[in-house]
């Protein structure tokens, strides 16, 4: 069985930080891209940021970019998501989702649609 897990969310205080992971089984890990969105209530899913199968290779929504960081751990199948000095704005639900492995070693998928395997989500709240 394909999955995904998140876990880390929580509540924090505006300019504090968390770190999410996201661990994957059922099907080879580290050749597939990992992507991170999240979703505030009311708005559309967003991309976050993405990390490549090559692990250097890491894009980042500019909402985001400069305060979080993507990394992984091939040996665990584990994505994270080290979120920095968050705001209000940065209240969503949080998901983690996998690409097809096989992909372009340098590839990072942006579009929802490139990702076929999505975690449950886990709740990020960031009061002022």
């Known amino acids: 069985q394909v999955q995904l897990v998140e876990s880390g969310g929580g509540l924090v205080q505006a300019g504090g930080s968390l770190r999410l992971s996201c661990a994957a089984s059922?099907?080879?890990?580290?050749?597939?891209?990992m992507g991170w969105f999240r979703q505030a209530p009311g708005k559309e899913r967003e991309f976050v940021g993405a990390?490549?199968?090559?692990?250097?290779?890491?894009y980042y929504a500019d909402s985001v970019k400069g305060r979080f960081t993507i990394s992984r751990d091939n040996a665990k199948n584990t994505v994270y998501l080290q979120m920095n000095s968050l705001k209000p704005e940065d209240t969503a639900v949080y998901y983690c989702a996998q690409d097809p492995p096989g992909g372009s070693y340098h590839y990072i998928p942006k579009r929802i649609d490139e990702y076929d395997v999505w975690g449950q989500g886990t709740q990020v709240t960031v009061s002022s």
């Open positions: 059922g099907r080879t890990f580290y050749s597939s891209a």
């Open positions: 990390i490549a199968w090559n692990p250097g290779s890491t």
